[in-house]
Nanobody, 121 residues
């Protein structure tokens, strides 16, 4: 199970930190990622992290502003979002997959959380 938290409303230029707590067979998850979906748009990958090496991958639209990190002891992945823009407004989802390779393709992930809303005005 993946449970996201930390969403909310913030003014442009502000910051938010999202958390994704994993439970159950977490040892199976070798890649964790954050996705987002705005109304009327397709779900897009934001950032991914390898749970083993901590290697990361970012979408161009968030590079330099967002940081993905993990706390393996607590099976939690974070997304630190700085310099937020109105176009960052979306439902943010945490996802996990067993394969090691980093990916921002939503089709590559089978496990999903319920999402947390981020609104930037």
């Amino acid at each position: 199970q993946l449970v996201e938290s930390g969403g909310g409303s913030v003014q442009a230029g502000g910051s938010l930190t999202l958390s994704c707590a994993a439970s159950g067979y977490t040892y199976r998850y070798n890649c964790m990622a954050w996705f987002r979906q705005a109304p009327g748009k397709e779900r897009e990958g934001v950032a991914a992290i390898s749970t083993g090496s901590s290697s990361t991958l970012y979408a161009d639209s968030v590079k330099g502003r967002f940081t993905i990190s993990q706390d393996n002891a607590n099976n939690t992945v974070y997304l630190q979002m700085n310099s937020l823009k109105p176009e960052d407004t979306a439902m943010y989802y945490c996802a996990a997959r067993m394969r090691w390779a980093l990916s921002l393709d939503p089709r590559a992930f089978a496990k999903w959380g319920q999402g947390t809303q981020v609104t930037v005005s």
